[in-house]
């Protein structure tokens, strides 16, 4: 059974420095890995989608790597504001269009 | 366009009443799922539909809950009776593509409270 892992589970940074974020999974035959954001009391956003042939994805200041064989996935954010305050969760596609979640990591970005 | 639009976006019911959860998926996707996160077991899948087919409700709790996909864009989730361990956010989520390759978008929730 695929599991995900997000370490740390909470992390606070001041405003300014570069955000890196840790997802992992065990099992690397996935199709997809995307990264979501969700604040308190909404519903989740997408961030950036990887395809499982990609090694990487860049949106604004996010950029997420991918690396199948070693079972792990990095967001980093650049830059970090107060507004990047927020809970980040990934998520692996695997077999039957199934999505596997980690549990998250809430971030605060301190002004 | 519009995203996932669910209703109600709250919803509070006495223990034992019939609860009717609906999502309307983005125009164009084949692909929707029903999840419910809780602050203990985080987010669960309950059931997905492909083409308006569901394809695996492993995650559904027990049978007093059902969802149905009439056509491609509507589908509820019915909880009959309602119980307090029911409390959640009931999220929907829709994207496009086959086994694993669409980006899936989220519905804002509905936040169930059982007394």
């Known amino acids: 059974k695929q599991e995900v892992t997000q370490i740390p589970a909470a992390l606070s940074v001041p405003e300014g420095e570069n955000l890196v974020l840790n997802c992992s999974f065990t099992d690397s035959a996935i199709y997809n890995l995307q990264w979501f954001r969700q604040d308190p009391g909404k519903g989740l956003t997408s961030l950036l989608l990887?395809?499982?042939?990609?090694r990487e994805q860049t949106s604004g200041r996010l950029n997420a790597s991918l690396d199948k064989s070693s079972g792990r996935s990095t967001l980093y954010i650049a830059a970090s504001q107060p507004g990047d305050s927020a809970t980040y969760l990934c998520?692996?596609?695997?077999?039957?269009?199934?999505?596997?979640f980690g549990a998250g990591t809430q971030v605060v970005v301190t002004p | 366009d519009a995203g996932v639009i669910q209703s109600p976006r709250h919803e509070v019911t006495e223990m034992g009443q019939e609860v009717t959860l609906r999502c309307k998926p983005i125009s164009g996707h084949n692909s929707l799922f029903w999840y419910r996160q809780t602050m203990m077991r985080g987010l669960e899948l309950l059931i997905y539909f492909n083409n308006n087919v569901p394809i695996d409700d492993s995650g559904m709790p027990e049978d007093r809950f059902s969802a149905k996909m009439p056509n491609a864009s509507f589908s509820t989730l019915k909880i009959q009776p309602s119980e307090p361990r029911d409390s959640a956010v009931y999220f929907c989520?829709?994207?496009?593509?086959?086994?694993?390759?669409?980006?899936?978008?989220f519905g804002e929730g509905s936040r169930l409270t059982v007394l």
């Open positions: 990887i395809q499982s042939s990609q």
């Open positions: 998520a692996v596609f695997v077999g039957g269009g199934k999505l596997q």
């Open positions: 989520a829709s994207r496009l593509g086959g086994a694993g390759t669409g980006e899936l978008f």
